[in-house]
């Protein structure tokens, strides 16, 4: 912790002179998560605590979808993320000519989109959903057939909980994609009585060996319920270490897979990026109202 003090006292510092604060998803790693961050959650938790900022800067610790969110529901703060190449394979998987080309396939289907998009992706579709809503606004709709883009996992794990047809796409998590069910049953042989969580972004078969799935702060809030005495989260490595600051009594087995875009955020990229300004993340005038309106209606459900 000694190595990460002179940037956390500098980042603090900074935060009061510029009246920043910094949002932190839960795959941030712990001198992020627990030393600098003034919000944490899973991608719902984020867009509704965007909303209420005051503050005139918000430094979103996370990827670029959730700093375009932050930024698409508090149009009038300054959002800087700290690294611009912090991507997401979910994101990069679907473009708007996709969702057009599938609106022609399915006439009439609305289009229900991941967070995990970019702002012009959402401009094209009705609504969008997190992993911890998706059977909800799914649902929302009324209707008996909805796309459900990009990420074709989540879309066949919400399937096994609806009555609702989804129709994917092809788009996977590079990290959660990883996992296999031989991974659960190897992990179960070696730890008896490990309690296994998986994030609705692993393959369906996957969450089908687990005991529980759920987004990032439902897996979390399940550890604070339940008190498993040992646990599995089948998600990004951060995860656990996070989780497990508050539980030492917990058991945190941890295989688990790193999430190369999320690690591009450091101490050091948060503190230049509240020393400079940058990089401030901007949205297209000619989507940004849409792609608001699909967010926005997603909070309301
Ligand atoms: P959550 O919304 O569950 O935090 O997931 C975000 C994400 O990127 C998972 O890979
Ligand atoms: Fe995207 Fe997967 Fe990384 Fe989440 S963990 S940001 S879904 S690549």
Known sequence: WMLFEDDIEA??????????????????????FH???????DS????????????????LAGVHFMAETAKLLNPGKTVLIPDMGAGCSLADSITPEDIALLRAAHPGVPVVTYVNTSAAVKAASDICCTSGNAKQVVESLGVDKVLMLPDEYLAQNVAQQTDV?????????????????????SMRE???????????????????????????????????????????????????????????????VRPCNLCPHMKKISLANI???????????????AVADDARRAVERMLAV
């Open 11 to 32: 980042i603090l510092r900074l935060k009061r002179e510029k009246n920043a604060v910094i949002l932190a998803h839960n795959y941030q790693t712990p001198e992020i």
């Open 35 to 41: 030393g600098v961050a003034d919000i944490v959650g």
């Open 44 to 59: 719902l938790a984020l867009a509704r605590k965007a909303v209420e900022v005051e503050a005139d800067v918000i430094v």
């Open 165 to 185: 047809e989804l129709i994917a796409w092809k788009g996977h998590c590079e990290v959660h994609e990883l996992f296999t069910p031989q991974d659960v049953r």
């Open 190 to 252: 070696a730890y008896p009585g490990v309690t296994v969580l998986a994030h609705p972004e692993c393959p369906p078969e996957v969450v089908a060996e687990a005991d529980f799935s759920g987004s990032t702060a439902v897996m979390s809030d399940f550890v604070g319920d339940k008190k498993p005495a040992r646990v599995l989260l089948l998600t990004e490595c951060s995860m656990s270490d996070n989780v497990a600051v508050n539980h030492p009594d917990v058991e945190f």
């Open 271 to 285: 503190r230049t990026a509240l020393e400079t300004g940058q990089h401030e993340v901007t949205i297209d005038p």
